[in-house]
């Protein structure tokens, strides 16, 4: 067998041999312009790390692209969100997302991403699209008006209701949007 030491090879110098498209690399190889040891050591080719601690947040795609290796078919469809929106570097799952909407409202916990994602997208599907981005364009069908009395007699419409906000719908009132007796 030939052998080689690299004891005496400057780090960041791999390509000055190996070129960017070195023997054995694959074709699914993260595209990268790093050299080979950021990720690789000289007496083992695996396990390959790579330290994430000087990455930029929202600079994902730099390195794994749009179609990252192990990205499943059915992944959530984003063209605003880096990979660090919704996973980390110390585990890629479970998912956590911060809602930057002005009209997102939390929901219990438990609520799925695709409760309102329904078309697997960030794009929202609402059920009642005349009532959005209020409660309603979800719960229209959860509205008892027989409920919702007016304090000078009659009641309230869904269009009069339709941010669930007031003395049932807020953190004095009745119940809130994160209770359990408030799901859809």
Same mark, same amino acid.
């Given at each position: 067998?030939? =052998? +080689? !030491? %690299? *004891?005496? #090879?400057?780090?960041?110098?791999? &390509?000055?041999?190996?070129?960017? /498209? @070195? $023997?054995?690399?694959?074709?699914?190889?993260?595209?990268?312009?790093?050299?080979?040891?950021?990720?690789?050591?000289?007496?083992?080719?695996?396990?390959? =790390? +790579? !330290? %994430? *601690?000087? #990455?930029?947040?929202?600079?994902? &795609?730099?390195?794994?692209?749009? /179609? @990252? $290796?192990?990205?499943?078919?059915?992944?959530?469809?984003?063209?605003?969100?880096?990979?660090?929106?919704?996973?980390?570097?110390?585990?890629?799952?479970?998912?956590?997302?911060?809602?930057?909407?002005?009209?997102?409202?939390?929901?219990?916990?438990?609520?799925?991403? @695709?409760?309102?994602?329904?078309?697997?997208?960030?794009?929202?599907?609402?059920?009642?699209?005349?009532?959005?981005?209020?409660?309603?364009?979800?719960?229209?069908?959860?509205?008892?008006?027989?409920?919702?009395?007016?304090?000078?007699?009659?009641?309230?419409?869904?269009?009069?209701?339709?941010?669930?906000?007031?003395?049932?719908?807020?953190?004095?009132?009745?119940?809130?949007?994160?209770?359990?007796?408030?799901?859809?």
């Amino acid at each position: 067998p030939a =052998t +080689f !030491s %690299h *004891a005496n #090879v400057q780090p960041g110098t791999c &390509n000055t041999c190996h070129g960017v /498209t @070195a $023997t054995g690399k694959p074709s699914n190889h993260i595209a990268t312009n790093d050299s080979c040891d950021v990720c690789h050591r000289t007496t083992a080719w695996l396990p390959a =790390t +790579f !330290s %994430h *601690a000087n #990455v930029q947040p929202g600079t994902c &795609n730099t390195c794994h692209g749009v /179609t @990252a $290796t192990g990205k499943s078919s059915g992944h959530f469809v984003t063209t605003r969100a880096s990979c660090d929106a919704c996973h980390t570097t110390a585990a890629w799952t479970p998912v956590r997302y911060s809602h930057t909407s002005p009209y997102y409202r939390a929901h219990t916990a438990g609520t799925l991403c @695709a409760g309102c994602h329904k078309q697997n997208s960030e794009v929202i599907s609402w059920d009642y699209p005349a009532y959005k981005p209020d409660c309603a364009g979800c719960h229209t069908d959860k509205f008892v008006p027989n409920k919702h009395e007016k304090a000078g007699g009659g009641f309230y419409t869904v269009l009069e209701l339709k941010d669930c906000t007031g003395a049932c719908h807020s953190p004095a009132g009745y119940h809130r949007p994160t209770d359990s007796g408030f799901k859809k």
